[in-house]
């Protein structure tokens, strides 16, 4: 499974979802994770009401379970929920990447917790949907 995170530095979880430049996206799995890509975005990302400079970022984000930020707004939380996305607070700014993942592969090799579960549940759900209707088209 994708997982991305809001970031300044690329060490640590320290963007606003909303003012992010770069999300750095990883794949997950019990055996382990490994770095895929950065997304990098543009613009006057600040303006607060600008509602804009979220949909770039839910549509690059399509194919990821969570998405871990510094903040995120209700819009773009609702957002990225429609999407079967699902946003994840970090602890605090200080808080690394690194460990996080480490942690997911734990969580992962063992019983994940159950908001975990569900989402790990809704991706798949909408995964097959998505291959459903590939099919019929």
Not at 36 to 63: I, M, R
Not at 74 to 79: E, P, V
Not at 110 to 128: D, I, T, V
Request: proline letters at 4%; hydrophobic letters at 40%; aromatic letters at 6%.
């Amino acid at each position: 499974m994708k997982i991305a995170f809001t970031t300044n530095d690329q060490v640590h979880i320290n963007a606003h979802f909303g003012w992010a430049k770069k999300i750095d996206v990883y794949e997950i799995s019990p055996d382990g994770y490994e770095f895929l890509e950065t997304l990098k975005f543009n613009g006057d990302l600040k303006e607060d009401g600008n509602e804009d400079k979220l949909a770039p970022k839910v549509e690059a984000l399509a194919d990821c379970t969570i998405v871990y930020v510094s903040a995120i707004g209700g819009s773009a939380a609702a957002r990225l929920i429609r999407k079967r996305i699902t946003p994840v607070k970090a602890k605090s700014e200080e808080e690394e990447i690194s460990e996080v993942l480490t942690k997911l592969v734990q969580t992962l090799k063992g019983n994940p917790p159950p908001w975990l579960r569900k989402a790990l549940q809704q991706k798949s759900q909408a995964l097959e949907e998505l291959e459903a209707e590939e099919t019929l088209v």
